[in-house]
């Protein structure tokens, strides 16, 4: 099974008899004790267990590899930011989200590329989905608003306008003012949030489940 550095989660260290005892590697750490094996669980759940006699000579040296590589500290390795350097390359690359907006059929939103070379945030694509109402000028003051500079953006909705939003926790004082920026966003009266936190599992729930 390939398994690209990018979905990787996160790396234990198995040993014991029937590696039933296991120890999480932090991504980006150096180990320098002899590895018998590792459990790697990928962001889709799915997952390798690689144990082999292999691993007495050249362990170490495979575990350090995927802890480095899979969180590169240059931006520069990673696929998203290498790719932003060159202004044209958004020409070669094109954007479900056009597709997936059609597909639904919702009314009032727009495709916006104002976040084609990561002015807006450096942890969305470069091409997401927003109210149509929303100028680019709009989502910037919006998502200075939230962490991660990162404005709530369309995920789904429907031919009758409903519409699934993914909104950052605030980076700023809850006031009136906040309140009204983003009632100005949303511009409906029926808008129920949901806080992820308290209604989903955790990080590490999710984990200890596999």
Same mark, same amino acid.
């Given at each position: ?40 669980? &990928? ?35 990673l696929f ?10 958004h020409n ?43 100028? !680019? ?55 129920? &949030? ?13 984990? !200890?489940?596999?």
């Amino acid at each position: 099974m390939d398994v690209p550095l990018s979905s990787i989660q996160t790396v234990y260290e198995i040993w014991g008899d029937a590696g039933e005892k296991r120890k999480e590697l932090p991504l980006g750490s150096n180990v320098s004790n002899k590895i018998d094996g590792i459990f790697v669980l &990928c962001k889709n759940f799915r997952f390798r267990d690689s144990a082999s006699s292999c691993w007495s000579r050249h362990g170490r040296n495979i575990t350090n590899a995927l802890l480095h590589h899979s969180r590169p500290k240059k931006n520069e390795l990673l696929f998203a930011f290498e790719h932003s350097l060159n202004g044209n390359l958004h020409n070669q690359y094109g954007t479900i989200w056009e597709d997936v907006r059609k597909e639904s059929e919702c009314p009032n939103m727009r495709v916006s590329r104002a976040n084609e070379t990561w002015q807006v945030s450096i942890s969305l694509p470069q091409q997401f989905v927003v109210p149509a109402h929303i100028t !680019d000028e709009a989502l910037s003051l919006v998502s200075g608003l939230c962490l991660g500079t990162r404005p709530p953006v369309w995920v789904w909705g429907n031919k009758v306008g409903g519409a699934i939003f993914i909104q950052p926790v605030l980076n700023v004082t809850p006031s009136p003012s906040v309140d009204q920026m983003f009632e100005d966003f949303f511009r409906t009266k029926k808008r129920i &949030c949901v806080e992820l936190e308290q209604s989903f599992p955790s990080h590490t729930q999710l984990e !200890d489940s596999v």
